[in-house]
């Protein structure tokens, strides 16, 4: 039931940001989509043309996800949900984030002190300011999502301080067939 709700909201948040997508396309991310309770063990690279991702990307989601770039402070559409549900990849659709494990860091992007699973997402080492800091990618589109910091609260320490461009979120739809 829990994926027939995950896949019910992201068929609508995709139709409601891309309103020109064929059902054909909608299908493909059916397809591509990893909900997080059914992670596997090593997932396939999406690998496309810097054409393709140009058409499928906005300027600025193209920015940020294949070029590192990084959005303003707390201008993004993420940074401030409070919804409960899942943050996925915006360029592969990979579940990367659980709401559960938001909080409010202040910073102005949306801040995770967990991923859903480590191995969906990969780190390097980004000298882009002059000193070290840890870059975080997405592992199956290697898109490039934020960066880790080790100021964040317990129980990791962590503060994943994510782009909000290079996230879709799927909310979580309650069930109502089981309320009283």
């Not at 396309?25 to 059916?30: I, L, N």
């Not at 934020?146 to 503060?159: A, C, E, I, Q, S």
Request: glycine share 6%.
């Amino acid at each position: 039931m829990y994926k027939l709700i995950i896949f019910i909201g992201l068929i609508t948040m995709s139709c409601q940001t891309q309103s020109q997508q064929t059902l054909s396309q909608v299908e493909d991310e059916k397809q591509n989509y990893v909900p997080h309770a059914d992670f596997p063990k090593q997932i396939e690279l999406v690998q496309k043309s810097k054409e393709e991702w140009e058409q499928e990307l906005t300027r600025l989601e193209y920015a940020v996800l294949r070029n590192a770039g990084t959005e303003r402070a707390f201008s993004g559409d993420l940074w401030n949900n409070k919804e409960e549900g899942i943050y996925v990849c915006r360029g592969c659709n990979l579940a990367l984030f659980d709401s559960d494990t938001k909080y409010k860091s202040g910073t102005g992007w949306p801040s995770f002190y967990q991923p859903i699973n480590n191995d969906y997402v990969e780190e390097d080492t980004d000298y882009k300011l002059g000193y070290p800091r840890t870059e975080v990618h997405c592992a199956r589109c290697k898109g490039h999502l934020g960066h880790v910091f080790n100021d964040g609260p317990k129980p990791t320490g962590l503060r994943y301080c994510m782009n909000s461009v290079s996230l879709d979120f799927v909310p979580e739809i309650q069930d109502v067939s089981k309320q009283d």
